[in-house]
């Protein structure tokens, strides 16, 4: 089993839709948790970083982190086409550098 | 705002040549980091650096070696290049008391 598992996609919605991107993990030790924006032939970007449980707002993008089912989630609100990319989401353990990274989930927001 | 850069975004390179990728950050990170991203295989981490000339294998070290003589510059090396190192290579780079990794745009490398 792997640590971190998100599904690969790809997703299509119309444009206007809300989003639910998600990724579950096995090890109860990760505190730190990132979600990465990646569009295609780029490098990833960092779009939302929470620290331990609840939630966290920025525009149209929301991550939540439920630590009791090991389960994380971001919400995309009135997606756009330019929202369509790689999501991937990575994830820590305090006092080390290392993360964790899900294989991403492919977005495609249709105009 | 971090800056991340590699030198080059696209590189062709023969079976058993040596091959140089440069990672410069502007940012004053301590940690930086090499990737590479394969389809279904996710980011996986071959180096980290956590200062001047120190190092730590990642998951992958085989038949790559770096280098890190100044703070904001690290070094990836094919000793002798394989076509199985064909891959997307991503840097990364942060402070040691931050959790964030910032990356750069990635090259894309292809060995025949």
């Known amino acids: 089993q792997k640590e971190v598992e998100q599904d690969p996609g790809p997703l299509s919605v119309p444009e206007g839709a809300i989003v639910s991107l998600n990724c579950t993990y096995s090890n109860s030790a990760f505190q730190y948790f990132m979600w990465y924006r990646q569009y295609s032939r780029k490098g990833p970007e960092l779009l939302m970083y929470?620290?331990?449980?609840g939630n966290k707002e920025d525009g149209r993008f929301t991550a939540q982190v439920d630590k009791s089912s090991k389960y994380i989630s971001l919400f995309i609100r009135d997606s756009q086409p330019s929202d369509s990319a790689t999501y991937l989401c990575a994830m820590s353990e305090p006092g080390t550098y290392k993360y964790i990274f899900g294989t991403g989930t492919r977005l495609k927001v249709l105009a | 705002d971090v800056k991340v850069t590699q030198s080059s975004r696209y590189l062709v390179k023969r079976t058993g040549e040596k091959v140089f990728l440069e990672c410069v950050q502007d940012?004053?990170?301590?940690?930086m980091f090499w990737y590479r991203q394969d389809p279904g295989l996710g980011l996986r981490l071959i180096y980290f650096?956590?200062?001047?000339?120190?190092?730590e294998k990642g998951d992958i070290p085989e038949g790559y070696s770096v280098s890190r003589e100044k703070k904001e510059r690290f070094s990836l090396i094919l000793e002798s290049a394989s076509t199985n190192q064909t891959s997307m290579y991503l840097c990364?780079?942060?402070?040691?008391?931050?959790?964030?990794?910032?990356f750069g745009p990635g090259t894309r490398l292809l060995v025949l």
């Open positions: 940012m004053d990170h301590e940690n």
């Open positions: 990364a780079s942060s402070f040691v008391s931050q959790e964030t990794q910032y």
């Open positions: 650096s956590y200062d001047v000339k120190m190092k």
């Open positions: 929470t620290y331990s449980s």
